[in-house]
């Protein structure tokens, strides 16, 4: 199957460094939770999918594409077991 997603960059942010890839609505298949918000992101919603440029990739993570651009301004939680 042909994955159509978006092209893969760096962005450096006051948390750091990190890989971003941008997923199109066409390419969402799966529910993911996000970790800026807790809630849900639907299959078929266009999503920004981020980890640390460093490491295997396990810490990717699905974010809502706004709730990855209002990162920097949310106070942290705890992180999740």
Do not use: F
Request: proline fraction near 10%; hydrophobic fraction near 25%; charged fraction near 30%.
């Amino acid at each position: 199957m042909l994955r159509i997603t978006g092209g893969q960059r760096r962005e450096n942010g006051p948390d750091g460094e990190w890989v971003t890839r941008r997923i199109p609505g066409a390419a969402a298949t799966k529910a993911y939770r996000c970790p800026g918000c807790a809630q849900e992101i639907p299959p078929g919603m266009a999503h920004v999918v981020a980890w640390r440029p460093y490491g295997d990739g396990g810490d990717r993570r699905h974010w809502h594409s706004s709730c990855w651009e209002r990162r920097s301004r949310r106070s942290p939680r705890a992180p999740r077991r």
